[in-house]
């Protein structure tokens, strides 16, 4: 079946720091990819997507390109800021049966925490 | 501006106890779906829903119901409540545009069973 696995947090920075979460995907066919923001207190929140390889989905200062060859699609941002302080879900969406919508695989999650 | 609203937020409960939880979305959405989030855990599939009047099972449905009757609400039942269903309840909604739309998320409903 279909899984996600994201690098183990909690992962704490500097503002202004480069900020990267690992993300690698187990899945048959073509699926999207997304990744999803959740801050505390609140429900998730799409941060950015990608549809097809090589595709990069960028957000907020945010990116992350689909990489077939690997199975990976890492979150990164240049400069991280304290408000980006939450959890980063990486997800997958498999092939969509209009019978079924769009079933997402989501990763256990990365608590991000930027000091200032 | 509302989206996906879920009701309560809070909930304690004690074994055995039925409850509600609450689910609607003014985007006209057709797909709708439960999940629920454990602590350091991504989110399980609990049920999810093609359109009004069909519902199906996600990845953990046990011990939970739900029921399609419009468009817009899609609530999730738990009729003996149990500890392992301590957690934190998601719905959700989509278009059908095969598979690349996000879904839109509530603000999630916090259930202790005590």
């Known amino acids: 079946g279909n899984s996600v696995t994201q690098m183990e947090g909690p992962v704490t920075l500097s503002e202004e720091a480069f900020l990267t979460i690992n993300c690698t995907y187990t899945a048959t066919g073509y699926p999207s990819l997304f990744w999803y923001v959740q801050y505390p207190g609140e429900g998730l929140q799409l941060l950015l997507k990608?549809?097809?390889?090589?595709d990069k989905g960028s957000n907020k200062g945010f990116e992350a390109t689909y990489r077939k060859e690997t199975t990976s699609f890492h979150l990164e941002k240049g400069s991280v800021q304290v408000s980006d302080s939450a959890v980063y879900f990486c997800a997958l969406s498999d092939f969509a049966r209009e019978t079924s919508g769009s079933r997402l695989t989501f990763g256990e999650g990365t608590q991000l925490t930027v000091n200032p | 501006n509302a989206g996906v609203t879920q009701t309560p937020k809070f909930r304690i409960l004690k074994i055995g106890q039925s409850m509600t939880l609450q689910c609607t979305q003014d985007m006209n959405h057709n797909y709708m779906y439960w999940y629920r989030q454990d602590p350091g855990m991504g989110l399980k599939l609990i049920y999810y829903s093609v359109g009004a009047g069909i519902t199906d099972k996600g990845e953990v449905p046990n011990g939970y119901n739900v029921s399609r009757s419009t468009t817009e609400d899609f609530p999730l039942r738990l009729e003996l409540a149990a500890p392992s269903q301590t957690s934190v309840y998601f719905c959700?909604?989509?278009?059908?545009?095969?598979?690349?739309?996000?879904?839109?998320f509530g603000d999630g409903t916090r259930l202790s069973i005590l």
């Open positions: 990608a549809t097809k390889a090589d």
């Open positions: 959700a909604s989509s278009y059908w545009t095969g598979g690349n739309q996000p879904q839109h």
